[in-house]
């Protein structure tokens, strides 16, 4: 009756010590990959256990022995000593971030970076979604100058010039990983990396080894089966690893996977973790990059705050948890970010706005303007437009402001069965080029939805009812500096959007141009040059796919599409 006992205890401890010399090796090439130390803990005591029972037999001891290397092998390795990042400046792009969440949860780090630090409202500008955002916290520039109006833009879109545009021309090695409108990459002429952001239709990537991170966050998209293929064998398990990926995010994916096999989790909790998943891959190939290629200045953007703040910002007034989730898993970059950093690195944080309950009439707010045909008509109609949502508002952005003319004179034509225009136009005062969109009449009942009519069509064309988005963007958002040269505890006034760029050229020591109306804060701004476009032409992107974008995560993220979140989020 004890041999069985015996045997799986030996051939427990030969696991043991396979396992802890497997990680051990690959922890020697890639020093962050082992980042769970409890495991030897766990181990150390179980050597420990079997210590009484050495004297009883042979197999006793080497069962002993087995475990104690286990141990020293796993814990030897469980904590990295690759020192402070060379990075000059860390920006930490945290989509959707508002104090009002920051301030309310237990986020140690955010608190302690304020304390040390400097902090404000980053103050968001019309029309508020986030590529025209993030492309005006780049560049510095109104949208009437860089153009970016829409989802359906590339990176060669954007006619002026950016951050890092700025810093590879002053010769400065650049990271880049995830900022909006930044596909296709392109190689960075002082070295560096860049991994296009969701918005991306392909795996392109700069270093090319990188594209493995592309490759798994398409997988699950029809158009791309033979990536789907790729991203479920072993052979990306190792490029993931081989870019960065830890132990603790494989083990969590790995862990989802099986559950989600046996078990149904509900929506929420599937949204939830696919979005942590991917935040935690981002986490690790970003900040294993840094040390990798040492670029001199750096960004991530991490989006779980906003895209479950579109879904579940009820459910955390409520006090659930899945929004609760990312910004605590945001408050563990930041802190690792800060810990890693060296004396003279900054770090700067930014959110693009902030966010608030979905606000609007009808049947309790509960209803969504719809997309697609709208879209259709005025492209057949008048000529290109992109209509994106933004809560109950539909932004239309056209190329021009002269073409934006023309949809508003066609506009009135869209009448309900009274005869009365269906929509209220509204301008942007900093954009000519885009149209607001909001229902002349948000009393939006099922009895409506069925008789009524909007330019001789359906009603349920051009909206819906829905309880599915609950979070919509609101104008306060995030910035707060710390490191080197930054006042501790010191208050920003408000922040215009348009400040961001020269106060991250600040940052890096890098000049911003004449061009810029904004100014910077925190840091001294070196003196300016007369412009930066000229840059613009010169810069040559790698490949590409046309204009397509990753149209299912815009659809689950309430940007476009029939108001109904996906029913499977894209994975990680």
Not at 257 to 262: A, D, I, K, T, V
Not at 463 to 484: C, D, K, N, P
Not at 520 to 540: G, N, T
Request: include cysteine; glycine fraction near 8%; aromatic fraction near 8%.
């Amino acid at each position: 009756m004890t041999r069985v006992p015996r045997s799986l205890l030996r051939g427990a401890s030969l696991l043991a010590l396979a396992s802890s010399l497997t990680v051990a090796m690959i922890d020697a090439t890639h020093p962050m990959f082992n980042d769970v130390p409890v495991v030897g803990a766990v181990l150390a005591v179980v050597a420990v256990a079997h210590l009484p029972f050495t004297a009883r037999s042979k197999a006793a001891r080497l069962s002993a022995i087995a475990w104690l290397i286990a141990a020293v092998a796993w814990g030897s390795t469980a904590t990295d000593r690759l020192g402070p990042l060379p990075a000059r400046l860390v920006v930490f792009g945290v989509d959707g971030a508002t104090w009002r969440v920051i301030d309310h949860e237990p986020l140690p780090n955010f608190r302690a970076a304020a304390e040390q630090g400097a902090r404000g409202d980053l103050i968001s500008m019309e029309p508020m979604f986030s590529p025209l955002l993030w492309t005006t916290i780049a560049s510095g520039r109104t949208v009437n100058d860089h153009g970016v109006r829409g989802f359906h833009v590339q990176a060669d879109d954007c006619k002026v010039a950016r951050w890092w545009d700025i810093a590879e021309a002053e010769g400065r090695s650049v990271g880049l990983y995830k900022w909006l409108v930044d596909y296709p990459p392109r190689a960075f002429e002082h070295g560096g990396f860049w991994v296009p952001s969701w918005l991306a239709p392909a795996p392109e990537t700069w270093p090319a080894r990188l594209s493995v991170v592309k490759e798994v966050e398409l997988a699950n998209r029809l158009r791309r089966k033979a990536v789907g293929e790729r991203a479920a064998s072993f052979r990306v398990v190792v490029r993931l690893v081989d870019a960065g990926a830890r132990l603790s995010t494989l083990t969590r994916a790995g862990a989802w996977r099986l559950r989600e096999r046996l078990l149904t989790p509900d929506e929420a909790t599937r949204n939830t973790e696919m979005q942590l998943i991917r935040g935690a891959l981002d986490r690790d190939v970003f900040i294993a990059q840094l040390y990798a290629e040492k670029p001199a200045v750096a960004s991530l953007n991490y989006y779980a705050t906003d895209g479950l703040a579109h879904l579940y910002w009820d459910r955390y007034e409520a006090g659930g948890g899945e929004l609760r989730a990312a910004y605590h898993q945001a408050d563990s970059i930041l802190g690792e970010l800060t810990a890693r950093l060296g004396p003279e690195g900054r770090l700067l944080v930014v959110s693009d706005h902030g966010f608030q309950a979905m606000t609007g009439n009808g049947t309790a707010g509960q209803f969504l303007p719809l997309t697609d045909r709208l879209a259709e008509r005025i492209r057949g109609h008048v000529g290109p437009a992109d209509v994106t949502r933004v809560g109950h508002k539909l932004v239309v952005g056209t190329p021009s402001p002269a073409d934006a003319e023309r949809v508003r004179v066609w506009l009135p034509t869209l009448t309900d069965s009274r005869g009365q225009p269906f929509f209220k136009i509204g301008d942007y005062p900093d954009d000519a080029g885009s149209l607001a969109l909001t229902l002349a009449d948000e009393q939006i009942t099922s009895d409506r939805l069925r008789t009524d009519t909007v330019g001789g069509e359906p009603l349920d064309r051009y909206v819906t009812l829905t309880a599915s988005y609950t979070g919509m963007h609101e104008e306060r958002g995030v910035i707060l500096a710390w490191g080197a040269d930054v006042p501790a505890g010191s208050r920003l006034p408000d922040v215009p959007l348009l400040d961001a760029a020269p106060t991250i050229l600040a940052g890096a020591d890098l000049p911003a141009s004449a061009q810029m109306p904004g100014r910077a804060h925190v840091w001294a701004e070196r003196r300016r040059v007369p412009e930066w476009d000229s840059l613009v032409p010169k810069l040559q992107f790698l490949g590409g796919e046309g204009t397509d974008v990753n149209e299912e995560m815009l659809k689950a993220l309430g940007y476009t599409d029939d108001g109904t979140p996906a029913s499977k989020a894209p994975r990680p």
